[in-house]
Every structure is written in C-alpha cells, then in structure tokens.
C-alpha cells in the first residue's frame, strides 16, 4: 500500500512496539510476574510462560502471543487457564508489575516528539495495555505532556483492532481521519487505522516482521525515528 501520502495533521501512536521497544520492556515484565505466580516452581513458570508464548531462553515472545497486540485481559485468561483460577484474579497483577518494568525506546523520544508538536501536530497513544501502566511508562520516559490524547483498553473506547480509539483520536481533536496517521507494530494497530480511515505506518521495533505489515502500512520503518522524513517527504 505504499505511495504518495496525503497531509499529516495528527499521528496517532501504538505504544508498546512503537514509542518502547518490545521485547526490551516486556521481557523483564514477563519475567517479573512468573517468578511471582511461581515462586520457586520452574515447572509451573515454563507452564505459564508458554500459555502467553513467552520463550524464557531467548526472552522473546511469539509472534501469536497474546501479550503482544492483546489487552491485560487476554494475558490473564491466558495465565489463568494454567493456574486453574479466575482471569478477574490476575488483572491487578499483572497491570501493577506492567507499570513498575523500565521501558526501552528505540529512539531519544522527548526531542522526536517536541519537533513533531513544533510542526504543528496533534500526538495521541492508543494501547491495548490498561491506562496506568501506560501512563507509568509514559511518565518513566517524560513523554506523557507530549500526548493530546491517551487511551487504554480499560478506557472509553474499544481495543484495536477495533477503530473505536482511532475515531475518538480524530473526533477529540477535530481532526479529519484521513490526515492522521496511525503508528504501530502490529496488524493490530494497522487494522485499526485503515477501518477508521487514517493513514498507516508501520514500524519494526515490536515482534512483526516486515513482510507481515506491509499489505496493511503505506510504509513500513525500521523505527519511529524516521516519521519526520517521511512526514515531509514530496
């Protein structure tokens, strides 16, 4: 889908994958919270880590994870099905060890985001994680004064690939869709955009591979650091 795009007046990011690099951040939250449901247990912790496709060796997650484009909901049914619990049970959980984990960016993010809002653009997140990890990770990076908008899977809208968190990006702030562009690294995120008629990019900094976003991305980048050129780019 790539080609000429049209004016950008809003970029809409994904937040884990896109502004943080993945498995850098959630690696250590994977490994944080089995070690905490099972202390000293190794099976068990194989066992959990397999049921949210977490490989422990090589601190990497599966492209079908449900960690990667899913909500805290679908990791918790995911664990609980190992524990022989209710989901309900994990939520608080596994939100507070998302919100205490250090986050890795890519890319130096206050001078990315300040050029972008210098040039006139509206900033929004839009994550599948719960709002106060997300807003935790934000604060961690010094990013979250830079954001118009942020909304969480436990917020207003629904998770993508919903459009909902799309729309009320664009409506919010009075913007016309098509002249937003939506930032993420899965199909999750892409799917989102393109129902809500936005732009699409996407970015290699989370588990998909290239050849994996492209069919949905007007372009795919290696990382958010190169938004500015292709913003300007003729």
């Not at 795009?5 to 502004?19: A, E, N, P, S, Y």
């Not at 449900?66 to 990791?75: F, K, L, S, Y």
């Not at 050029?115 to 997140?125: A, E, F, M, Y």
């Not at 989102?192 to 290699?204: E, K, N």
Request: proline share 6%.
């Amino acid at each position: 889908m790539s080609g000429r795009h049209r004016r950008v007046d809003g970029i809409l990011f994904d937040k884990d994958g896109t502004l943080f690099d993945f498995d850098a951040t959630w690696s250590a939250w994977a490994e944080r919270l089995l070690r905490d449901l099972a202390p000293e247990d190794e099976d068990l912790e194989d066992r959990l880590a397999a049921a949210i496709g977490f490989d422990r060796s090589a601190r990497k997650f599966a492209t079908h994870s449900a960690v990667i484009a899913g909500t805290p909901d679908d990791a918790a049914i995911a664990l609980a099905s190992v524990l022989g619990q209710e989901s309900d049970a994990l939520i608080t959980a596994i939100n507070d060890v998302a919100a205490k984990v250090d986050v890795v960016s890519p890319v130096p993010l206050v001078p990315l985001l300040s050029g972008l809002r210098r040039s006139g653009l509206k900033l929004g997140v839009a994550t599948n994680d719960a709002l106060a990890p997300a807003f935790a990770h934000l604060d961690k990076a010094g990013i979250r004064d830079a954001f118009d908008f942020v909304t969480g899977s436990d917020g207003r809208y629904a998770p993508k690939p919903a459009p909902d968190m799309c729309i009320g990006f664009a409506t919010s702030l009075g913007l016309d869709p098509s002249r937003v562009v939506m930032v993420g690294d899965s199909r999750h995120d892409l799917e989102a955009g393109r129902a809500a008629g936005m732009q699409t990019i996407g970015v290699l900094s989370g588990p998909a591979s290239r050849a994996h976003l492209a069919p949905l991305a007007d372009a795919v980048l290696d990382h958010i650091g190169y938004l500015p050129d292709w913003i300007t780019a003729v």
